[in-house]
């Protein structure tokens, strides 16, 4: 049985082996160029002895030559998504679309041992792709680990455990539509929808209050807090006389001249005119010891449906599927 599903899926096999296999060496080439500029041009040096007048032009020489890469990594967060479409979706509709289904279950193989198979088996094989890649792109993201900590969003998506998660929680979809829906292509549609639908949400909105963030105020003619490299800001802006959380546009609005003004005043005079107003600041940040925390947090959430899912799978192919 183990060689038979193997054949079936050889082909979607070898697409993502290739595909994996470019990007692995795409990753190997930038990493190893990114890790020499970042000893070369100093950045090290900078990090371990901050407070060099010649810091900020040599880290941010760094940024601009290689920040666009980090932008462009990002889109990797659809990995786990198109291989829940190539390889998940037609896992079991395409075995309901053409009826093979029934000639395996004649050959004395029960349902569940079919299903429980190909799940090992896919599964499997996927999350050790998964593993493969987390730990190439851990490796690729050194430098930038270095200078922003691991909490921040591109760091964050591709490092620890919940790379694995999302993998599980993508292909777990992408079995479950196809199952459900008997035909590949429309559970291809669900899949990404439906991967999009909760991952999004996720990151935006519930990962930032997993913890209720540290919220710092001061006075607008003072300096601002001084974070640790690797803490995460979720949000910053004013305070009003009340403490109520108000747009800049307010603030500023209070203190600068009409547009037909003649000059426009300096940065003291419209921090002093904001601290006149009542206005302050405030600054709500997740520091970067949690990052473990977080991780497993979010790797809960998707492990919990990923599980959820495949035992709706489990439950619709021994109960609903003739």
């Known amino acids: 049985m183990t060689w038979l599903i193997w054949r079936q899926h050889r082909i979607e096999a070898a697409v993502v082996g290739g595909a994996l296999a470019v990007l692995a060496v795409l990753l190997l080439v930038t990493g190893h160029n990114m890790a020499s500029d970042f000893q070369r041009l100093g ?10 007048q010649s810091c900020e032009s040599i ?4 940024r601009s030559q290689y920040e666009s890469l980090v932008y462009a990594v990002v889109w990797l967060n659809l990995i786990p998504v198109l291989v829940g479409i190539l390889i998940g979706a037609p ?5 309901l679309e053409h009826g093979t289904h029934r000639l395996v279950w004649t050959q004395d ?3 569940l041992r079919w299903l429980t198979v190909k799940l090992l088996l896919i599964l499997g094989g996927c999350l050790l792709v998964s593993a493969a890649l987390t730990a190439l ?12 900590g691991h909490l921040r969003p591109t760091g964050f998506d591709f490092q620890g455990t919940a790379p694995f998660a999302y993998m599980a929680f993508a ?11 008997r035909k590949a292509i429309p559970g291809m549609v669900v899949t990404l929808a439906g991967f999009l639908a909760v991952r999004l949400p996720i990151e935006f909105y519930l990962r930032p209050r997993y913890q209720p963030p540290i919220t710092v105020t001061w006075d607008a003619i003072q300096s601002g807090p001084m974070l640790n490299a690797g803490d995460w800001v979720v949000q910053n802006g004013f305070l009003d006389h009340l403490g109520h959380r108000v747009n800049p546009d307010v603030a500023f609005t209070a203190c600068l001249p009409n547009s037909g003004s003649p000059a426009l005043p300096d940065k003291v005079s419209v921090l002093q005119c904001i601290h006149d107003k009542g206005f302050s600041n405030f600054l709500a940040y997740q520091p970067a010891d949690r990052f473990w925390t977080f991780q497993g947090i979010e790797t809960a959430i998707f492990v919990a449906l990923a599980l959820a899912l495949l035992g709706l799978t489990v439950w619709w192919v021994r109960r609903r599927i003739n």
């Open 171 to 181: 292909l777990s979809l992408a079995i479950a539509a196809g199952a459900l829906l």
């Open 91 to 95: 896992l079991v509709a395409r075995e």
């Open 109 to 111: 193989v029960t349902r």
């Open 137 to 148: 792109l851990t490796w690729w993201y050194g430098p930038f680990d270095a200078l922003d």
């Open 43 to 52: 950045v090290a040096d900078c990090i371990a002895h901050p407070g060099h």
């Open 59 to 62: 880290v941010g020489t760094f």
